[in-house]
């Protein structure tokens, strides 16, 4: 590893970074935004993590508390306080590292994600370990990526990433529209991971509060803030940073002397207790919990907009979309839905929400959503992979016929409690628990089994659309 020498370059574990002589002043002639601020008591509750809409799940001597951006603050019965990496997705979906393995909680189940004996002892994650794609995990043996039903190795001159404690998520996903990925190993290298390249950037030993954002990653380093990969540290009106936490398009930072918000430029946010937080979480609704000795505050800049239907840059190959679009303390009757800046529906907002039950989303590649109400807009980009043209009378039912297919299996007229796959209909209604089953190697459950090749016309056939 090269590292560039800098004679006015502070070290970092005794190495210097190339840049960081660099310094950005941030004055008090900076624009001023003004938040709304909800508070709820704390009761002793530790932060577990933000999904994406701002439901914050907590850790409290009842169970797991989850508080959501409508006021809504209810117990889950069982209790996550063996997770050591927490990634929800929304009030009652996240998942989760607990004892070197991955998780998922779902409606009230707990089950464990089978991945191959070759990944090790997980560490951390993120995407969402059901999808096909975009999903990374740091273990004890590297990096490790999911993509279709295969995991891969990530590799650095031929020789295995080092052994990781941690893959930075943005808005829950693993990267935005460069496709860049931040890992840092447990010799404390964090490294900058793409489709070209895998290199270490930074010794990350001295830096806490390492979050991801638009372009690359901020950090503390001591009480200073300092964003990368250009490394250079910013000087925000005489404060010393106390807590930050970022999304793809704001960047949260409390100091000394106040709250401050990086989008395209920085900003001081007034409205906020004089005290500074302890901790920060930001999600993707544009907006920031914030923890307190006996409060948990939430701040936001403009009245939140929810997406439920289309996660932040997910990685799909389905064409529509069921979108439910949540609106909080909005007075407006109508949404304005945009697609890469046209217009392309508008919906009712009755108490509060609005439904557009098909929405076609274009085609392979990125896109940006816009959901827009009076001067309010909440952005949402995503990436449409190519899809694929395997169809059920084509592809699927000679499959079935082979591996599935009588009554003491699938049907026709199956005996017992099992469900009948022997039509289009059957498949298109069970698909969902069909792949689950085909990834976790149990269905069928005995031999013949379907080849890997096999196995991905199945996969590519949900992914593709599901053509009859």
Same mark, same amino acid.
């Given at each position: ?104 909680? $779902? ?29 990374? #995990? ?10 279709? $039903? ?50 270490? #950037?930074?010794?990350? $030993? ?101 997406? $439920? ?160």
């Amino acid at each position: 590893m090269i590292r560039h020498e800098l004679a006015t370059c502070v070290l970092l574990g005794g190495m210097a970074v190339a840049g960081c002589e660099r310094v950005e002043q941030v004055g008090d002639d900076v624009a001023v935004e003004t938040a709304s601020l909800r508070c709820v008591p704390r009761d002793g509750a530790t932060i577990l993590g933000v999904a994406p809409n701002g439901e914050l799940w907590l850790s409290t001597a009842s169970g797991t508390r989850v508080l959501d951006l409508a006021g809504g603050d209810r117990t889950i019965a069982a209790s996550l306080g063996d997770a050591t990496h927490v990634l929800p997705w929304d009030a009652s979906t996240a998942s989760f590292v607990a004892g070197d393995a991955l998780w998922s909680w $779902r409606d009230g189940a707990r089950e464990v994600v089978a991945l191959p004996e070759s990944v090790g002892a997980v560490r951390d994650l993120c995407g969402a370990p059901d999808d096909e794609h975009g999903v990374f #995990v740091a273990t004890d043996r590297g990096l490790f990526e999911r993509d279709g $039903r295969w995991w891969w190795q990530w590799s650095s001159g031929g020789a295995p990433l080092p052994p990781g404690q941690r893959v930075f998520s943005l808005d829950g996903a693993c990267g935005g529209r460069d496709d860049t990925v931040w890992f840092e190993a447990d010799d404390g290298e964090l490294w900058q991971v793409s489709a070209a390249s895998a290199a270490p #950037v930074a010794d990350a $030993r001295e830096l806490t509060d390492l979050v991801g954002r638009r372009g690359g990653v901020a950090a503390r380093f001591g009480s200073t803030l300092r964003l990368g990969p250009d490394w250079r540290d910013v000087e925000l009106a005489g404060g010393e940073v106390v807590a930050m936490s970022g999304t793809y398009r704001r960047l949260w930072v409390a100091t000394t002397a106040g709250m401050y918000s990086r989008t395209g430029a920085w900003s001081r946010i007034d409205g906020l207790p004089t005290t500074p937080p302890a901790t920060i979480a930001a999600h993707a609704a544009d907006g920031a919990w914030l923890a307190y000795d006996d409060e948990l505050c939430h701040a936001t800049i403009a009245p939140p907009i929810l997406v $439920r239907g289309l996660r932040p840059f997910e990685r799909r190959r389905e064409r529509t979309v069921e979108l439910e679009l949540a609106f909080v303390d909005h007075t407006e009757t109508t949404a304005i839905v945009a697609l890469d800046g046209a217009e392309v529906a508008s919906a009712e907002i009755a108490d509060g929400v609005a439904r557009l039950p098909e929405l076609a989303l274009g085609n392979t590649g990125w896109h940006a959503l816009s959901v827009r109400t009076g001067d309010h807009e909440r952005l949402l980009d995503y990436y449409l992979l190519p899809g694929a043209s395997r169809s059920w009378a084509a592809d699927i039912e000679p499959l079935f016929q082979t591996y599935c297919a009588g009554g003491a299996c699938h049907g026709p007229a199956p005996g017992g409690n099992r469900p009948d796959l022997s039509t289009y209909e059957g498949w298109q209604a069970r698909y969902a628990q069909i792949r689950s089953r085909l990834l976790a190697g149990t269905m069928p459950p005995t031999d013949p089994r379907p080849t890997a090749a096999e196995l991905d016309a199945i996969l590519e056939w949900i992914e593709g659309g599901r053509l009859p």
